[in-house]
């Protein structure tokens, strides 16, 4: 069964562009979490969408949004890019989401630096 | 809002030295908690998901353990592919706020 996949794995953007990372869950699974981690703050949840719809968002701005398509596979947008948005930006995907407390399987990521 | 506190951050042993990584957390209504492994430029890997306290579970060289308060990852007689960064996280009520990471804990295992 493969697993999570994302895609780019490295991308390097300059301030002030946008970009769009994509997220491709396990076979089956309905539920697609974006987490953000870099050295300082650790792992941080940014939002999760479940059927299409988004159900729960973390604290980040605005600029950070995403949707999912009906095949479940995910896109995460961030807009207006900043220093700070440099970081490793996992998808995690779970058979029913958080309400389910479903374990969450992650993908490898990608890598976003900001110069 | 929830914490999630993992000590030590950083442990170092010799091959086969046992030892327990600590994680404790603060949550309003636990509904889940759960140890991954992360290896340099990777996702989390999945480990293990404990609900309730004085549940425990095994896989390999590795045991988590739960109360109340904290879990522990023991691991016995580790092997050099046990280094990695151990990372907790914890679930909470509606599950709102997805999961809640700790900032984790680098096991190195020397041969």
């Known amino acids: 069964k493969a697993g999570v996949t994302q895609t780019p794995r490295y991308l390097i953007k300059t301030r002030g562009q946008q970009v769009t990372l994509s997220c491709s869950p396990i076979?089956?699974?309905?539920?697609v979490s974006w987490y953000q981690q870099t050295p300082g703050q650790g792992l941080q949840f940014l939002f999760e969408?479940?059927?299409?719809?988004?159900?729960n968002k973390g604290n980040f701005p605005g600029r950070f949004s995403g949707r999912q398509f009906s095949n479940s596979r995910s896109e995460m947008n961030v807009s207006t890019l900043e220093l700070g948005d440099s970081a490793l930006y996992l998808c995690?995907?779970?058979?029913?989401?958080?309400?389910?407390?479903?374990?969450?399987?992650f993908g490898p990521g990608t890598r976003l630096t900001v110069l | 809002e929830d914490q999630v506190t993992q000590s030590p951050e950083a442990l170092r042993l010799q091959e086969g030295e046992s030892s327990s990584l600590n994680c404790s957390y603060t949550?309003?209504?636990?509904?889940?908690l759960f140890w991954y492994r992360q290896d340099p430029g990777k996702g989390p890997e999945f480990l293990f998901t404990?609900?309730?306290a004085g549940e425990e579970k095994e896989k390999e060289r590795l045991k988590a353990t739960l109360t109340k308060k904290e879990s522990f990852l023991h691991i016995t007689a580790p092997k050099p592919e046990d280094s990695a960064t151990y990372l907790c996280?914890?679930?909470?009520?509606?599950?709102?706020?997805?999961?809640?990471f700790g900032k984790g804990t680098h096991l190195i295992i020397q041969p």
């Open positions: 949550v309003s209504g636990l509904r889940g």
């Open positions: 996280a914890v679930i909470s009520g509606g599950g709102a706020d997805g999961l809640t």
């Open positions: 995690a995907s779970s058979l029913e989401g958080a309400y389910s407390y479903n374990e969450q399987f």
């Open positions: 404990l609900y309730s």
């Open positions: 969408y479940f059927s299409e719809t988004q159900r």
């Open positions: 076979s089956g699974h309905r539920s």
